[in-house]
C-alpha cells in the first residue's frame, strides 16, 4: 500500500467514526424540528413517528401569531446584543491582567473569582433580587445587561487559562519597544486571543439568548418579555401546545447555528505564533 | 519530545532578555485593567454572598428575616437523611460525569480538529444537542429510554441483551443521567477546539521531523500542550456536577424518582430554600457545598503544576 | 517611572466615563417596580399576575374585561408571569423585595405556608363586610383558603381524582365497560383481566395505582384514614388505614415487578406522554383537566369515569384542589383589590371563568348552570365534590406532599416497610410543624 491509498483509508475511516457519533447528536435537534412540523394528535405517538404526516408547516406562523413574536424577539435581541458586547470588552482585559501582569492582590483576586462560582446560585438569587431592587432596576432590562459590563467569572478564568498559554517573549519584545500595556494587550495579545475571545462571546450570546431565570425575575412588563419566556407560554395543565412550542425552539436555534456555521473557522482555526515572531 | 524542548529553549533564549521595569508598572496597569471585574465582583458576586454566609446562622424564610440561630442549621444537617442521600447522588454523578465528559470532550474535539472534508458541518452537528431547550430534552429521553419502547432498548433488543428499566430503575437512573448529560458536552469541545488551535504548529513539524507517529505526536504534543483548557474543564466541570440541577429537576418534576436515585444536592436545597421556606438552612447547604468544592478545587489547583504546562512558560 | 502613564489615564477615562454611562443610564425610575400604580384621574390601576395561557388566559381576560367595565374607578391589568416553580420564585423574589403585583393567581395548596409567613392579606374583615361567606362554596375549597379560622384568598376553580377506564379494552378483556369496579378486589381482578404480556413486555397494563394522580391522598382517605389532626395541629400519616392503602399499593408494586412498568409511571405524569391514549394501559386515576387533553390528542377515546374503588364499595371519595385570587402582603391598594377578588369570586366571575375554560367551578349552582351536570363525564366529577376533601392547611403543605410521594416511592421499590415509612414521614413533618 502506498502512503496516499493508508491517508484514504485514513479518512474514510474518520469518516465512519463522525457520522456515528453524528447520529447521536443528532437526535435531539432532529425530534425538535420533526415535533415542530407535526400535527398536534401525532406528537405524542407512541412508538415515536419521526417524521410528520402530514408536514404542518402552518405551525410556524400560528406559534409566531401566538405570542408577540417580533417584540420579544427584538427584546431578546437587545438583551443578547449589549451583554455580549459587555462581556468581550471587559473579560478579556481583565483575564490577561490575571494571566500576564503582576500585582499585589492578585492572586487573592482570582481565588475568589473561582470561588464565587462554587456557591450554588439558588441562594445568591434573592440577595442579587434584593439589591437590584434597591438600585431600582427590577422591571427594567439592565440587571440582564449591566453586571457583564463588569465581568463574568466563568469567562474571565477561560481567558485567563489561554493568555498563559501565550508566550511572554512577544510581550516583552514589544515593551521593550517601549509599546503601553495597553497597546501591547490591545495589538498584540488580544487578536492572538481572538479565538477564544470569540468562544467566550458566542458562549455570552448563547446564554442571554436562552437565559429564562433572569428575564423570569426581573421583567415585570409583559411587553418587555424574552422568547426564552414565551416559550414556558405553550405549556399548560390541560396539554401543551408542543408542536408549537418546537416550532419557537427551532426559530430560536437557527440564528445561533447560522452564527456558529460561520464564525467556527475563526474561533477554531488556530493561529501559529511563528509567523508573527518573524 | 526532543522537538518540544528545542521550542522551549529556543523561548527562553528571548526570556532571558528581560526587562525589571515592566513588572514594576504593571502593578498599577493590572489593578486598572481588572478594576471592572473588581467592582463587579464586589458588588454582584460578594455582595449576595456574604449575605447568604449570615443566613446560613439564621432561620432566614425569605418572607421573614428569621432569627440568629447560630450553628443550628449546620447541626441538623448532619442527621437528615436526605441531605446524605443528596450528598451521596450528586458525588456518584461527578466521580463518573466528570472524567466521561472529559475524555469524551478531548477525544471527539481532536477528530473535529483533522483536515477532512465536511468539518464545518460535523462541528456544527456536536453543538446542536446545547440548543435544544431542556423540556424537550427531558421529553425525548423518556421516549429513547422507555424500557418497553424506547429506541435503546429497541436495539439492546436485537443484539440480544434485554435492557434494564432506564429512568425507572434505582440502580439505572444515575446512569442514564450521566448518559444524557453527555449529550451537552458541545461547549467544553468548543473549548477543546479552541485549545488545539491554540497549539503552534511548529511542534507538529519539529515532532514529524523526527519521525513522530500520531500516538508520539498525541500523548507528547497535543495532550501535554491541551492541559491548561483541560484544567479549566475540570475545575468548571466539577462545580457543574455538584450543582447539577435543571436536568434531573425537570426529569423528574422535582421528587428525585425513583426513590430518591435522583435527588441531588442543589434540589435538595433548592426545595428547602424555595418551597418549605427554609432559605437560612439552604444557605447552609450551600455553605458546605461550597466547602467541598473548595478543597477540591485547591486540590487541582496543587496537583496542576505538575501536570498543566502553559506554552507561555 | 510610569512611561506609559498617559495611555493610563486615557485608560482610566474611558472606564469612568463607561460606568458612569451605564450607571446613569440605570438611574432612571420610571419603569421600576411592579406595582407601580399612578392613580391617575381617580383611577387605581391594579397588577393582576397570572399563570395562564392560551383559552386560561382568555377566561382571565374576560373576567379582567368584565370587572373593568363595572368599575369606572378601578383598572385591573391582567399580566402573564409564568408556571408554577417559576412563578413561585418570582412572586417571593417580589414580596420580598416589597414590590409585590396588587392580586395574584395562587395555588390553594400555598396557602397555609405563605399566609404562616405573614405573606399574604388577611381578607376575613373584608368577607365579613361583604356577606362572602363559606355557605356559597362547596366546604373544602373555601377550607382550603382558610388558615386558622382567617381567609386569605377567595377559590376561583377546582378539580378532583376519579377512576379512568378504557372502555374498549374493557370489552377486549370481557368486561362490562358499563359497570367498572367499584371495590378494591374488584379493581385488582380487573386489571389482572385487563393486562397483557408480551415476554417480558406489557403490551397493556390494567392499572397502576400510583400512576398519574395516584398519590397517596387519592388512596389514604379512601381506605378510611385521615391524613391531619386539627385540633392537635399534628399531621397523622401512620393512620391505621393509611397504613393499609400503603400497604396494598406495594404488595401491587411487588405483584407486577415494579421495575418492568415504571416506564410508564417516570414519564411526564401530565396529559402528553399519557399512556391511556395509546391503550397501553387501560385504567388510571386521573383528574378532570385530562378529559381536555384526551379531547385534543385522541378525540375518539372511548372511556368512562367512576369513583376511586374503596375496600368496601361505598363511601366513595376524592380530594381536590384549586386556584385562589390572593392579595399579597405589601400590595398598595388592598381595598380596591378585594373588590377585584371579590367578583372573580361570586357567581358572575365564576361563569366567565369556568365556563370559558370548561373547569369546574367551586360554586355548585354554576356548576348546573354551566351544564356540567348533564355531562355524562363532568357529572361524575360534580358528583363527588360535595364528599372531597382538600390537602392539610399548615405550613408544611410542601414538605408533607414531598415525603409522602417518597414514602410512596420507597414502599413500591421495596425499600422499607409501609409502615415504618410512614412514621418516619410523620416524625419529619410534625417536627417541622412545631
Redesign the interface.
Known sequence: MNPTHVKKIKISFAHICLLIASAFFLIPFIWMVSTSLKPIEQVFTFPPEWIPKPFRWDNYSKAIEYIPFWTYLSNTAIITILSTLGVVLTCPLVAYSFAKLKWRGRNVLFALTLAVMMIPGQVTMIPLFLLFNKLGWVGTPYPLIIPQFFGVPFYIFLLRQFFLGLPDSLREAAKMDGASELRVYWQIMLPLAKPAVMAVGLFQLMASWTDFLGPLLYLTNQESYTLSLALQQFQNKQGSEWSLMMAVSTLLTLPIIILFFFLQKTFIKGITFSGIKG | MKALEKLNLK?QQ??I???KK????????????????????V???????V??IY?SFTSY????PGEFIGLQNYKELLVDP?FLKSIYNTVYFAVFYVPLSIICGVA?AM????K?K?M??????????????H??????W???L?????LVNGFLDMIGI?G???????TWSKPSLIFMSL?GI??SV??Y??????????YYEAAEVDGANWFQKTFHITLP?LT??I??NL??GI?GAF?Q?TLPYTL????G????SLTFY?MY???N?????R?GY??AM??V??VV??VL?LLIFWSSKRWVH???? | MFHNFGKLRKLSLVFCIMTAVILSACSNKETSGNADNAKKDGVTTLTFWHENTGVGEEAINDVVDAFNKKHKDIRVKAVYTAANESQNEKLLAAVAGGNPPDISWFDRFKIGSWASEGSLTDLTKYADRDGVTKDNYYPFAWDEATYKDKLYGIPVDTDARLLFYNKDAFKDAGLDPENPPKTISELEKAAEKLTIKDGNRFKRIGFIPWYNQGWLYSWGWGFGGDFYNKDKNIVTLNDPKIVESLKWIADYAKKYNVEDITGFTDSKGSGEMDPFITGQLAMHIGGNWSISGYLKYKPDLNYGVTPIPTPTGTDFTSWSGGMAVVVPKGAKHPDEAWEFVKFFGSEEGQELYNGKYKTLSVIDSVNEKLGYKKDPLFSQFINILPESHNRPVIPEGELLWNELSNAVDNAIHGNGKPGDLLKAANDKVNKSLK
Open positions: 523561548q528571548v526570556l532578555v528581560k526587562s515592566s513588572n514594576i508598572n504593571s502593578g498599577a496597569t493590572g489593578w486598572l485593567f481588572a478594576s471592572p471585574w473588581i467592582i463587579g465582583l458588588l454582584f458576586y460578594l455582595l449576595p454572598l449575605v447568604s443566613y424564610s425569605i418572607l421573614r436526605l471527539l477528530m473535529l480538529n483533522m477532512i465536511g464545518t458541518i460535523y462541528r456544527t452537528i456536536f453543538f446542536l444537542p446545547t440548543l435544544v431547550p423540556v424537550a430534552i427531558a421529553v425525548l423518556m421516549w429513547l422507555n424500557p418497553g419502547f424506547g434485554k434494564p428499566a432506564w429512568l425507572g430503575s434505582e449529550w458541545g461547549q468548543v473549548i477546539l479552541a485549545g488545539l488551535g491554540d497549539i503552534s504548529s511548529e500542550l491548561p483548557v484544567f479549566f475545575v468548571m462545580i450543582q440541577f423528574t418534576q422535582g421528587q424518582k425513583p426513590a430518591n442543589v436545597l433548592y426545595d430554600g424555595f418551597k418549605y421556606f432559605m439552604a444557605s450551600a455553605w457545598l461550597f468544592i473548595m478545587t502553559y506554552q507561555g512558560k
